[in-house]
């Protein structure tokens, strides 16, 4: 019989949500984590799995413990667990596209019942997530990766609280959370100006009420972002495997 039940520690669950938090964009390099015993209680944990938690991520690379007058917990630039993650996808053949064909799934539905049950409120997070991309073009790649995969996630999870369903924001979280932000990887600079495009294209349809419109912009935009993380994984178009370099988040 197969097993399906498996045993995951509190720590070991602390320390994968805030992995995904990072992976997703919330939590971003050079971020500072909050002081342990805010942390333990925004999260609702005792503080000693909370400790065992940060004890796994610093020996994964995700994050590091500073002295002195600004020390903390603090991100890291994420070379060491980016690495990692590239060589699972690797090994783990359709890994990517699985992920991927989940995200179209969930988020081209999200997108329609943003489009039909949104709010003005809605809008506005959104059009804060657009106004934040456009004052990023201006500014260097390495000055402006931060904030720019915040306003990524910011507008994904926005448009998700636009479609009133909690399991569907939840599924969307978990299966963002699997998937390095490709702008951690790329060797190239941030595509502002593309993701801007797609982003602004999805709002549109969202402000003007038309689902089908909204549905076909998000699944063009998420398959620009199988491109892109192809790209990232496999090296290129003539790598064994690779189907495009992609161009746009």
Request: charged share 30%; net charge negative; hydrophobic share 40%.
């Amino acid at each position: 019989m197969t097993r399906v039940v498996n045993s995951t520690t509190l720590s070991q669950a602390i320390a994968d949500h805030l992995r995904k938090l990072i992976h997703r964009g919330e939590l971003s390099p050079g971020e500072r984590l909050l002081a342990e015993r805010e942390l333990a209680e925004q999260l609702g944990v005792a503080r000693i799995s909370l400790r065992e938690a940060i004890r796994q991520l610093r020996e994964d690379g995700y994050v590091e413990v500073r002295r002195g007058a600004y020390g903390g917990t603090y991100i890291t630039e994420l070379h060491r667990p980016a690495e990692a993650w590239r060589a699972r996808m690797r090994a783990q053949v359709g890994e990517i596209d699985d992920i991927l064909d989940l995200r179209i799934a969930l988020e081209t539905e999200t997108a329609m019942l943003a489009a039909q049950r949104r709010t003005d409120s809605d809008l506005e997070t959104m059009q804060a997530s657009l106004t934040a991309l456009t004052a990023l073009i201006a500014l260097p790649a390495a000055a402006g990766r931060t904030p720019f995969r915040q306003a990524d996630s910011h507008f994904h999870m926005g448009l998700a609280r636009a479609a009133r369903s909690d399991r569907l924001a939840d599924a969307i979280k978990t299966s963002r959370g699997e998937l390095f932000s490709p702008h951690d990887l790329l060797p190239f600079d941030e595509p502002i100006t593309e993701t801007l495009r797609d982003h602004q294209i999805i709002y549109d349809a969202v402000h003007d009420r038309e689902p089908d419109k909204a549905a076909t912009a998000m699944r063009e935009h998420l398959n620009h972002t199988r491109e892109q993380l192809r790209f990232v994984v496999f090296g290129g178009p003539d790598e064994p495997g690779a189907e495009g370099s992609g161009s746009s988040a």
